[in-house]
């Protein structure tokens, strides 16, 4: 089995532990990479979403090799053998020791910000992460957990070695591998994108999952429902020869198809932006996340504020859409965030453009520069309230344009809309501008 993404892998493991839901299941990711994964098997199960830190301790002067890890709540795992093996000293494992423990408390107060930790104790805890290698970090969470006061804990991950599960013999009481491949040799084999996961995105997943209410505030028949769902699933769209990565949802009878832009290249995966596109499709709105660079792309971060290549990757992707059974007859509106917002305007802007609508997260529109006065699509550009110097260029981006537009500032939020509440005035701002836009007439009944 390969795995498109962390993502995808975290939908297909979440599929294997729908027996687990209930209202004592937690969910504990190992970051950072381990997340992206936790986070869809919380929101499958309905299940609060943490972290779990730990470190390797890395071998001196060979730090890949592991000798052993630390984790929160004092947790402490050697490797003995590894340790006779390469020879390390006391002193030379108490330094490496003391300088991992500094970045577990360094990392927890990144990941969680303000937030407690969640309470384990009595509690089932499903310890996610991306793959099994060494398996030192994983063995030390789990310690973690019961060390925390979990009743039953479950490791839980897409891939591993074969045998794994000896080398685990009580350190959980259930383990889970969905692929465990005679010829394994590393974690990022089994992945299409396997690409290093930002702290960023750690601490917006955990942000995002903090927010949906539990299961206790949950009333069934009030909760909006999403509409019946046409497509839901991961594509290649095609710009020009360049095939990007993508998912593609379109529920039945759908007013219109979003797209998503935002300047780097992992756009999919981005929570927020996620977030916005859960909120759109209970509107009734098709939507498309994909990412306008390669991985490879990415890490010239020149590409990323190449507002001219954005635009045509992002035109031509929409040309494909017009193209496929299932979204050539929506009409498509854009969502972009960041240098996206400026590639969207620009995309819009094109002769011939069938773009219905666009919304802006906290973009830089001012990018766009000579082809602001060409959009024609109505076009609202959302910032926060505390992002003074971008609100700043939106206002001057704004007097350029000569469609339908609004700027309309969330109070009290900053960039990343990270604040209660912000994302989700995000979220219903956008999925009202385009369903008024995008919506397309119907005969009367």
């Known amino acids: ?40 098997v919380a929101m499958a199960l309905g299940a609060p979403l943490d ?20 984790g929160e709540g004092g947790v402490r795992v050697i490797n003995d053998e590894v340790v006779r093996m390469a020879g390390v000293s ?3 494992l108490t330094a490496t020791e003391a300088r991992e423990r500094a970045e577990v408390n360094r990392r927890a107060s990144r990941f969680r910000g ?33 060390a925390a006061g979990a009743t039953r804990v479950v490791l839980a991950v897409p891939v591993a070695p074969p045998g794994w599960e000896r080398s685990f ?15 394994f040799f590393a974690i990022g084999q089994y992945y299409r994108d396997f690409s290093q996961t930002p702290d960023d995105v750690v601490a917006a997943c955990l942000d995002l ?16 429902a999403h509409p019946p769902v046409e497509v839901d699933e991961h594509v290649q769209a095609r710009a020009g020869t360049l095939l990007l990565h993508g998912h593609l949802v379109v529920p039945r009878d759908a007013h219109g198809l979003v797209v998503f832009a935002h300047g780097s290249g992992s756009s999919r995966h981005s929570p927020r932006n996620r977030h916005v596109a859960e909120a759109l499709r209970k509107a009734g709105l098709g939507t498309l996340l994909f990412d306008l660079l390669t991985a490879q792309e990415e890490l010239d971060r020149a590409n990323v504020f190449d507002v001219s290549l954005l635009a045509q990757r992002l035109t031509g992707v929409t040309h494909w859409l017009q193209e496929q059974p299932a979204t050539a007859g929506l009409t498509i509106g ?14 819009a802007a094109q002769p011939g453009s ?22 024609q699509a109505p076009t609202l550009l959302i910032v926060g309230g505390r992002d003074d110097v971008v609100l700043q260029l939106n206002r001057e981006a704004q007097a350029q344009l000569r469609c339908t537009n609004e700027v309309v500032v969330v109070p009290g939020a900053t960039h990343l809309f990270s604040e209660p509440g912000a994302l989700e005035s995000v979220a219903q701002l956008a999925a009202d501008w385009f369903v008024r836009y995008l919506a397309q007439p119907t005969s009367p009944r």
């Not at 996610?128 to 063995?139: C, F, L, P, Q, Y």
């Not at 069938?354 to 959009?375: E, F, H, I, N």
């Open 209 to 224: 999952a903090a927010r949906r209410p539990g299961p206790s505030a949950t009333v069934a028949h009030s909760a909006p």
């Open 51 to 70: 972290v779990i830190v730990v470190r390797k301790l890395g071998v001196p002067f060979q730090p890949e090799l592991g000798m052993g890890a630390v």
């Open 334 to 347: 854009y969502f972009g965030a960041s240098t996206g917002a400026a590639a969207a305007l620009s995309s």
């Open 1 to 40: 089995m390969l795995f498109i993404d962390r993502t995808d892998s975290g939908r297909r493991l979440a599929d294997r532990l729908t027996h687990l839901k209930g209202p004592e299941v937690v969910v504990v990711g190992l970051p950072r990479g381990g997340v992206p994964v936790a986070y869809e």
């Open 354 to 375: 069938p773009v219905g609508a666009v919304v802006s997260r906290g973009g830089r529109p001012d990018l766009a520069g000579p082809w602001l006065p060409s959009v």
């Open 90 to 92: 006391p002193e030379e």
């Open 114 to 146: 303000a937030r407690p930790p969640v309470t384990l104790a009595g509690r089932t805890v499903v310890v996610v992460d991306d793959g099994i290698a060494t398996g030192s970090t994983a063995r030390a969470a789990c310690q973690v957990a019961r």
């Open 169 to 183: 013999a009580g350190e959980a009481d259930e383990l889970v591998a969905l692929e465990t491949p005679g010829d």
